[in-house]
C-alpha cells in the first residue's frame, strides 16, 4: 500500500531558491513519487488551481508572496492539500496559532536535511490517503442515504398503482364467480393486472442495474414516474436519439431523472422533455422543463461526478 501511495502521490513544491527546489525534486522523485516546482508562487497558486496535490511543500518566506498569504488564497478554493511550511532560518519558526488558524499540517526546517524531507512528505502522504478515504466513504454514505429517501417515495407511488392492480384483480374474481361466461375476458383482464404488478417489482429494483437499454430505461422511468406526473398534472415527453445502451451505472441516470422530474413537478405543473443519447463513450441526459430556474437541485450531485451535471437556461443535464 505504501509504495503505490507513495508512487502516485502529487507533490508540489514552491521556494524562490532554484537550488532548494533542484535537491527536493531529486530526493523525492527518487522515491518515485510525481513532483512539480515553481519559483513564482503565483505560477504555483494557479496551478493548484487546475491540480489537486497531496502535499504542498511551501517556503514561508519569500520575496513576491509570504507562505501564510499563499495559504490563505490557497484555501479560498481547496481545503484538501496537505500544507508543509518550509524555512531555512531556525530562529524564524512560522507561529504555531498561525499555522493551526490556516489550515497548515506541519512545518518542516529545511537544514535539517532529506532524511527529514522524506520523513515528513510521507507521513503528509499517508494524512492525505486516508483523508481521501475518509471523504469517499462519506460521499457514498452521504449517496446512499439519498438514494434511499428517493426510493422511498416512488415505493410510497408505485404501492398505490399496485393496490389499483389488485382492486382490479379482486372485482374481477367476483365477476367470473357470478358469470362464468365471460371467463376468458376476464381472466385476460387479471393477467393483465399481474403483469402490470410484475413490472412494477421489476422496475423498482431499477438500482441493481448496471446496463440497460434506452428503450428499457425510457419504459422503467415513465412507469416509476407515472403517479408523480398524474398528482402534478404534468407531462413528459421522452425521446431517443438512437436506441443504444447505457453499459455502466444505469441506475444513477434512473435516479438523476426521476430526482429531476419529482423537484420539476412540485407544487406546479409543468412539460417535461427528456432526451437521452451517446457522446463518445458516454451517456448525456437532457431535461428541459419551465421554471428551471427556480429549482434547487444541488442534492443531484450526491449521484453524479463533480462537474458533470450542468444547469442552462431551461434545461439541465448529466453525462455518465
Request: proline share 2%; hydrophobic share 40%; aromatic share 8%.
Amino acid at each position: 500500500m505504501e509504495e503505490n501511495i507513495y508512487k502516485n502521490a502529487l507533490i508540489v513544491v514552491i521556494d524562490d531558491v532554484e537550488e532548494v527546489l533542484s535537491s527536493t525534486k531529486d530526493c523525492l522523485e527518487f522515491e518515485e513519487m510525481q513532483v512539480q516546482c515553481f519559483s513564482n508562487p503565483n505560477e504555483g497558486l494557479e496551478y493548484l488551481k487546475n491540480n489537486k496535490a497531496d502535499v504542498l511543500l511551501l517556503d514561508f518566506f519569500m520575496p513576491q508572496m509570504n507562505g501564510d498569504e499563499f495559504v490563505k488564497k490557497l484555501r479560498e478554493f481547496n481545503n484538501e492539500t496537505i500544507v508543509i511550511l518550509q524555512t531555512g532560518y531556525s530562529d524564524k519558526i512560522p507561529p504555531l496559532e498561525m499555522i493551526d488558524k490556516m489550515n497548515i499540517q506541519g512545518y518542516l526546517d529545511k537544514l535539517k536535511g532529506e532524511d527529514e524531507l522524506l520523513l515528513m512528505t510521507k507521513a503528509a502522504i499517508k494524512t492525505a490517503y486516508l483523508s481521501k478515504q475518509i471523504r469517499e466513504k462519506d460521499k457514498k454514505i452521504s449517496e446512499l442515504q439519498f438514494k434511499n429517501s428517493i426510493k422511498g417515495g416512488i415505493i410510497t407511488n408505485t404501492v398505490n398503482e399496485a393496490k389499483d392492480q389488485l382492486m382490479q384483480i379482486a372485482g374481477m374474481n367476483t365477476i367470473i364467480a357470478s358469470d362464468t361466461s365471460d371467463y376468458e375476458e376476464e381472466t385476460k383482464c387479471i393477467s393483465n393486472a399481474i403483469e402490470k404488478i410484475e413490472k412494477l417489482y421489476d422496475a423498482l429494483n431499477f438500482e441493481y442495474i448496471e446496463s440497460i437499454s434506452f428503450n428499457e430505461l425510457r419504459d422503467i422511468i415513465l412507469l416509476l414516474l407515472k403517479p408523480t406526473l398524474l398528482i402534478s398534472k404534468s407531462t413528459m415527453d421522452f425521446e431517443l436519439i438512437e436506441n443504444d445502451n447505457i453499459e455502466n451505472n444505469a441506475s444513477t441516470f434512473i435516479f438523476f431523472i426521476i430526482e429531476t422530474v419529482k423537484l420539476l413537478t412540485e407544487n406546479c405543473k409543468n412539460n417535461i422533455k427528456v432526451k437521452v443519447h451517446k457522446i463518445d463513450n458516454n451517456t448525456k441526459v437532457t431535461i428541459e422543463a419551465e421554471n428551471l430556474n427556480n429549482k434547487d437541485f444541488n442534492n443531484l450531485n450526491k449521484l453524479m461526478e463533480d462537474n458533470s451535471i450542468e444547469v442552462y437556461g431551461n434545461t439541465i443535464s448529466a453525462i455518465l
